[in-house]
């Protein structure tokens, strides 16, 4: 059976990552998200184990020191960490899973999984990640100006990224993600079954 691959989504804070993977996920049944454990306080509309599992300090670094993540940061003062089994799970099952994580994450799946496919979402200006930032309302000016700084230091990352896209109009942002799980699909080296038989076929004596 085909194994997932592993997709690894970064952007700054306000950039509409959140809403690009939501557009692919309801495009393509063969991806899923996987649930990130944070110590951040949950905002209005969040529901513990959905968008992620709330932990405090103590049971994040207890967590850490288990070995349950398969990459960890802190962001802004927060804890957030990708777990490792259940993102280990739905590889075997065939999945592609999307991990939509801060850079500092990103760089240690490149580090550890190589083959991770690496998307970095940017906005079409600096002006305009302020001015979404501002506007989504859930995050007071202070949090804003410490996202701000973060989203400076993760464009200096983002050249080592596979691929960059610009979220100007969501739709062609969702196009463009697909467009990707597509192109990584069809890579000769990831059909090396196919590859295999058609070899195969190549060196019977009787063709
Ligand atoms: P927020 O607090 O706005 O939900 O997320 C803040 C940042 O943390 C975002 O850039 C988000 O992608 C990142 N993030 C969420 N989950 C994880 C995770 O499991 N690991 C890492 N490294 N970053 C994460």
Redesign the pocket.
Known sequence: MRKGRLIVI????GVG?GTVVKGVLARDPKTWL?V???T?AMRPGETDGV??RFVSKEQFERMIDEGKFL???C??G?Y???PLEPIEQRLADGFDVL????V???LQILERRPDAVSVFIAAPSFEVLAARLRGRGDTAEAAVAGRLEAAKREYRIAPQYRYLIVNDRLEDAVNDVCAILRAEELRTNNQTELLKEANNHALSPDE
């Open positions: 970064s952007g700054p804070s990552k996987s990130s454990a944070t951040r968008q992620y990459e960890h940061a962001y802004v927060n957030y960490g990708s991990l939509e994580i801060d500092q994450g990103g």
